[in-house]
């Protein structure tokens, strides 16, 4: 990116290219699936070595093992009742996933997978999938009394059943897009900060002091940007919790 | 389970259910999922993404019936209609959950 002619090219950082030289070129194994990866093993590696010493009084790694465990325990308990316990695999898997990879894609040369929508509509699908699946178990055909709330006017069942129905399918959409578009934006903006910080350097000496203001601005913008990071995976999985108790409990 | 409801034995029952509740044997009545609290540009944020999706659903499906059945455009027009209804009615639910008696 030269000084001169400079054009801001903000979305040119969600493109994918393979990841590990010619042996991922072949499998088309791109640097998405590489940060995924990574994510993964960074759980793993957060639980087996947060775990392992077994300490009454816990050091700080133990105890940021046990904080999560603890969070998630209670979101699925407060949230779906006490048969929350049986899906807390499901969400703290959900959770950690989102959480890694929102926060590896604010570091330097990484990748946001959370910010590409085929990855987000994946998860909200599986989530959705899941949600039918445990509700159809449990109550069998009476799941789709859920379309029907109680003591409607019979009249109106042409125009509610269809609504409650494109109400139920949006869920996947709304789960999918919100998560994606917070992550684009707030990567968006890095660029179109970082872009304006270069464009004033090279107007001269001047300039150098005008970039002061787009870094600083930058600088807030990575603290809100671990808050979004957060809150957006703690919004995913609160709501695939809020659902799953819908599943579980109809009504 | 109604809180003042006192059928029959109502002084046992208040007693057992009040022994149960100290030993945690009953699961906790599950409140109605409260909105999360974010601020206001995450509450904003959260009903133009609903309304979004729920539009977009609607066209979705409007335009699946319409390729076919081949009615272009009846189905269409008729689904993004419904598809605005249920986004306001998720908005409402959204702000108002614990007030709508069918909601959850």
Not at chain 1, 18 to 42: C, K, R
Not at chain 1, 44 to 62: E, N, S, W
Not at chain 1, 229 to 239: C, D, E, I, K, P
Not at chain 2, 9 to 26: I, M, T, V
Request: glycine share 10%; net charge neutral.
């Amino acid at each position: 990116m030269a000084g001169e002619a400079h054009t801001i090219d903000a979305l040119g950082q969600f493109k994918l290219h393979t990841a590990l030289g010619p042996i991922g070129a072949s499998v088309n194994f791109s640097q998405s699936n590489l940060m995924m990866v990574v994510a993964g093993v960074l759980v793993l590696a957060l639980m087996y070595f947060g775990a392992k010493p077994r300490a009454v009084v816990p050091g700080r790694l133990q105890a940021a093992a046990e904080l999560a465990y603890d969070f998630i325990h209670k979101m699925c308990v407060d949230q779906i009742g006490e048969e929350g316990k049986r899906f807390f695999p499901f969400v703290f898997t959900l959770f950690f996933f989102v959480l890694f990879g929102n926060l590896l894609g604010l570091l330097p040369f990484s990748f946001a997978y959370t910010s590409h929508i085929a990855v987000t509509a994946a998860l909200a699908l599986t989530v959705i999938v899941l949600v039918t699946v445990v509700a159809l178990s449990i109550h069998g055909m009476h799941f789709f009394t859920y379309f029907w709330p109680h003591g409607a006017p019979k009249a109106l069942a042409p125009i509610i059943i269809p609504v409650e129905v494109i109400s139920y399918l949006s869920r996947p959409v709304s789960l999918s897009i919100r998560l994606f578009a917070n992550m684009v934006a707030g990567h968006v903006m890095f660029e179109v900060f970082a872009s304006f910080m270069i464009m004033m350097a090279g107007a001269g000496a001047i300039g150098y002091v005008g970039a002061v203001g787009p870094l600083a601005l930058n600088v807030v913008l990575m603290g809100f940007e671990l808050l979004v990071a957060f809150l957006q995976a703690y919004v995913f999985a609160v709501l695939t919790c809020i659902y799953l108790h819908d599943a579980v409990h109809l009504h | 389970m109604t809180q003042g409801g006192d059928h029959g034995d109502g002084s046992f029952e208040a007693r057992l259910r009040a022994a149960r509740d100290r030993h945690g044997l009953d699961p906790k009545p599950v409140e109605a999922p409260r909105p999360m609290a974010a601020s206001a540009m995450g509450v904003g944020m959260r009903v133009g993404v609903e309304l979004l999706a729920t539009l977009v659903v609607g066209l979705g499906i409007g335009w699946g019936l319409d390729r076919w059945l081949h009615t272009s455009p009846i189905f269409l027009a008729l689904f993004v209609v419904l598809g605005g209804a249920a986004g306001v009615m998720n908005v409402y639910r959204l702000m108002a959950p614990g007030r709508m008696p069918g909601s959850k």
